[in-house]
């Protein structure tokens, strides 16, 4: 979501925070401080497509369509949105 408003300079911390410190990395209690800013951004629209756009990629040899859903999910499990599925031909993302 960061890349999509401009921001390709960021990290996403796999695993969250109980990994953060399983790996003995450094934390702090001090409080930051951290100067007022507007936030500016700049949407790149291109790195997202609608749901014609993954209908078309479905066979397609050179687009690989990425899914975001759970492990469960993506093989057809625990239906959270209304029916099991996902995109045909997809790979798991997460």
């Not at 953060?20 to 401080?33: E, F």
């Not at 990629?57 to 949105?81: E, F, K, M, Q």
Request: hydrophobic letters at 35%; charged letters at 20%.
């Amino acid at each position: 979501m960061l890349r999509w408003l401009g921001f390709d300079n960021v990290s996403v911390l796999d695993g969250g925070y109980d990994k953060w410190i399983a790996d003995g990395r450094v934390t702090s209690t001090r409080p930051c401080s951290y100067p007022a800013s507007t936030f500016s951004f700049n949407v790149r629209p291109e790195l997202f497509v609608d749901k014609d756009g993954v209908q078309n990629a479905i066979g397609a040899a050179d687009i690989c369509t990425i899914n975001a859903l759970t492990a469960d999910l993506h093989i057809g499990n625990g239906p959270r949105y209304g029916r099991p599925c996902r995109v045909p031909g997809s790979a798991r993302g997460n």
